[in-house]
């Protein structure tokens, strides 16, 4: 089925190690974006892509990396885990509508760091 | 201040009943507005678009009101399956493409 597809979908990380997020989409989105949510909180934006090739800031870019590998393919990358991002991290992608249609989400990454 | 804001809820109520969600954003900028629904533990879908003239989707009706900067979501004959946390999420326009998402107001529906 067509989607964004995210792995893995649960991680437990220890203090100071690093590891990468993977998402793809086979909707020939342009758009894709990072999300992660908390208790409590919305969902809060890390980082996105606008279209392949282009990558920007969100709310909360402190210690993540991003790589917009190809159109498919948008990756999130910590490169020295912290238990503040312990979290539900979420892809997403969209149009080149600037989500006028909305979004759609991978089923995403719940990340433990201990 | 959020910039989304929504009564987190829970909203406890009757199968067959009919409730209403609010929602405030702070930007009178915003352009497009949606409903997402999130399950527990699962990723959010979008339920439904809002339109300046108000929109139905089966039980399912959406408005907006610029002027006081509100949105609302009224669900009507609600189902068990309506269970969900429900999010509201803005688009300002000009900010490059990014939604806005509230932090959801969560709806429980009892036998």
């Known amino acids: 089925n067509a989607g964004v597809t995210q792995t893995p979908k649960f991680q437990v990380l220890k203090t100071g190690q690093s590891m990468t997020l993977q998402c793809a989409q086979d909707?020939?989105?342009?758009?894709m974006y990072w999300y992660r949510q908390d208790p409590g909180m919305g969902l809060r934006l890390i980082y996105y892509?606008?279209?392949?090739?282009?990558?920007d800031k969100g709310e909360v870019p402190n210690g993540y990396n991003v790589s917009r590998l190809n159109k498919r393919e948008f990756s999130l990358r910590l490169e020295s885990a912290a238990p503040s991002q312990t979290s539900v991290y979420f892809c997403?992608?969209?149009?080149?509508?600037?989500?006028?249609?909305?979004?759609?989400f991978g089923s995403g990454t719940r990340l433990t760091v201990v | 201040r959020k910039e989304v804001e929504q009564d987190p809820g829970p909203f406890n109520v009757p199968e067959g009943a009919t409730v209403a969600f609010n929602c405030t954003y702070s930007?009178?900028?915003?352009?497009?507005f949606f409903w997402y629904r999130q399950d527990c533990r699962k990723e959010p879908k979008l339920l439904m678009s809002?339109?300046?003239s108000g929109n139905e989707d089966g039980r399912f009706t959406a408005q907006l009101n610029r002027a006081s900067q509100y949105i609302s979501l009224l669900i009507r004959d609600s189902k068990l399956s309506d269970s969900a946390t429900y999010l509201c999420?803005?688009?300002?326009?000009?900010?490059?493409?990014?939604?806005?998402f509230g932090s959801g107001t969560r709806l429980l529906v009892r036998p």
């Open positions: 999420v803005v688009n300002i326009e000009g900010s490059s493409y990014k939604l806005i």
């Open positions: 997403a992608s969209s149009e080149r509508d600037r989500g006028r249609r909305g979004y759609t």
């Open positions: 909707m020939n989105h342009n758009s």
């Open positions: 809002v339109y300046s």
């Open positions: 892509s606008a279209s392949e090739g282009t990558t």
């Open positions: 930007n009178s900028a915003s352009q497009s």
